[in-house]
């Protein structure tokens, strides 16, 4: 028998919630297999099997919160257990008083589950089946007891289904969704449609929990507004230069990288070069002190299919070209979406960059990745007609790729001359630097 304990999922992360057991007692498990997914306050992730064999005994149910290092299941390496007997099904223990520290994992009778009566005899009375927990003696994990603290909610009338009627995260939204919805007072006789305006049918609302990605991505997004005095500067960007060379090297880049050479990387590679120039934006804001970093840890939010965002980080981005950070911002997004991530490759980042341009947008106002003090928003990038001039000086309408680079900051860190000045360097940066060496 091996022990499969929560893992360390970055230095700063102390416990993980089980969110989903990809496998149940009894299935056989191979080596690098995804057996659970995990949610920490940094990142949602799927973990591997450390190795095969057979699930025997999973400790820690979804919706629990366990310490890094505890145990939550264990594997046989000998798949002795591959066709549970009853005598792997244990009996639950009573619910204990809750003690003042975090719950160990509940100990498990050895007692056998006998479903049918004795050959022979009398049926034995059965032990009665075990009440969900309720009251103060309810072993609940710390963020179940965290929401029913938030929310008012006495256990006793919340139907466990965890393992033993333990109540599970998932409980409590059910029976918050239910009592939402009964609770809501009856709309009142809406007056007759009139043909330009269709009536809509009672009890269309659906409610959807917020996930544990969308309450901490919430959290962090009224905080950085609460604490930052955000300021909008926006600068238009000729992008024709770089559009000439992603033409050039479009196909043969995609056919050897396995991806499409973007304008993300060039940008990356500019704001670097300018955060060199304008070292105060790529800082934090501290206890009455700017804290300037001399390195460039690039952060790039990632789009996970509408369900929240993560920003991993480009470690050093500035000691990079662009085929290296084209390269790894590709790795890092895949697996981003994969959930293949570690809590260490979203931490540390010292600028971000978001990328809603992919949509077409015109021109968005992000919020600051606290504790840094700027962001930066690449907008849609068009065909437009533009006022080119000529080295004589005479000047004409052309066609060229133009967008917006929008940067949200922090007015506590500097005012708006240092960053239109940061702005117009990147500007220049992209306009003018020979893009085809970067691509040898």
Known sequence: MSEVRMPQLGETVVEGTIVQWFKQVGDAVAEDEPLFEVSTDKVDSEVPSPMSGVLTEIVAAEGDTVEVGAVIAVLSEDGAAASPSPV????????EPE???????EPASSAPISESPAPGGDSPTPSPAPSAPSGEGAVLSPVVRRLIAENGLDPAQIAGTGKGGRITRADVESHLSRHRTAAAPPPPPPPPPSPATPSRAAGQDTIIPLSNIRRITGDHMVRSKAVSPHVLTAVEVDFEGVEQVRRIHRAAFKAEHGFSLTYLPFIARAVCDSLHAYPHINASVGDGELVVHNYVNLAIAVDLDFQGLLAPVVVDADRKRLVPIAEEVA????????????ADEISGGTFTITNPGQWGTM???PIINQP???ILSTDGIRRRPV?????????AIAIHSVGVLALAWDHRAFDGAYVAAFLDHVRSVIETRDWHAEMS
């Open 88 to 95: 792997q099904t244990p009996v639950p223990a009573p619910p």
């Open 99 to 105: 003690p003042a520290t975090s719950p160990e994992p």
């Open 363 to 365: 021109m968005q106002f």
């Open 387 to 395: 006022v080119v001039t000529a080295e004589d000086g005479s000047e």
């Open 372 to 374: 840094q003090v700027a």
């Open 331 to 342: 790795d890092l997004s895949r697996r981003a979406r994969a959930k293949k991530l570690n």
